[in-house]
């Protein structure tokens, strides 16, 4: 029982770990495209 609890605790931790990560590269991806884009029509 107390396996199962912390295989399923893991489970969550991973899934909340890859959430952020997904969340702070899409942002940092959408700033860097936001950031050329606007240095693009600046010229």
């Known amino acids: 029982m107390l396996q199962k609890l912390a295989k399923t605790m893991n489970n969550k931790l991973l899934l909340v770990a890859a959430i952020l990560t997904i969340s702070v590269g899409g942002g940092t991806i ?14």
């Open 30 to 43: 959408f700033g860097i495209a936001e950031k050329t884009f606007s240095d693009s029509c600046a010229w």
